[in-house]
């Protein structure tokens, strides 16, 4: 035996959100909601220069104009650490960095805040890597 569903209820419901113009904004909901969904999360990469120094990244976050990175170390280590912002192309369009002093077997969160002039959206993935001397 089947189970009958009154469809008239429904079909009330549908009828009075149409009427009440509430599909419009239902759709623009919706197309936002799946458009943040598929925004593309950037990468963050260590450097050679950083990877010869035995330091390891195990998170990281990229919101905007700011990525924080947490470092783990083996040997001390000290330099300036640069970020640097690249586009789909793989070339740098921003940089922001940081000192960096560690002790043996240390580890530390660091923030690396790019300025206004560099296009987050233009931004695919961040490198990590120590100034040249």
């Known amino acids: 035996m089947l189970l009958e569903i ?4 429904i079909k009330n419901i549908l009828m009075k959100i149409c009427a009440l113009n509430y599909l419009p904004f239902a759709t623009i909901s ?3 909601l799946l458009s943040s969904c598929l925004e593309e999360e950037k990468s963050v990469t260590l450097g050679a220069s950083v990877v010869d120094k035995r330091i390891s990244m195990t998170t990281y976050k990229c919101e905007q104009s700011k990525v924080e990175v947490y470092l783990i170390n083996s040997e001390a280590v000290e330099g300036e650490l640069l970020a640097k912002a ?3 192309k793989g070339k740098e369009i921003g940089r922001a960095k940081q000192n960096l002093n560690l002790s043996k077997d240390d580890a530390k969160l660091i923030s690396f805040n790019f ?3 560099v296009n987050a959206d233009e931004v695919t993935r961040y490198i990590l890597d120590f100034r040249k001397r």
């Open 30 to 32: 919706l197309i936002l």
């Open 86 to 88: 690249l586009n789909a």
């Open 115 to 117: 300025d206004a002039s």
């Open 6 to 9: 009154p469809t008239a209820p």
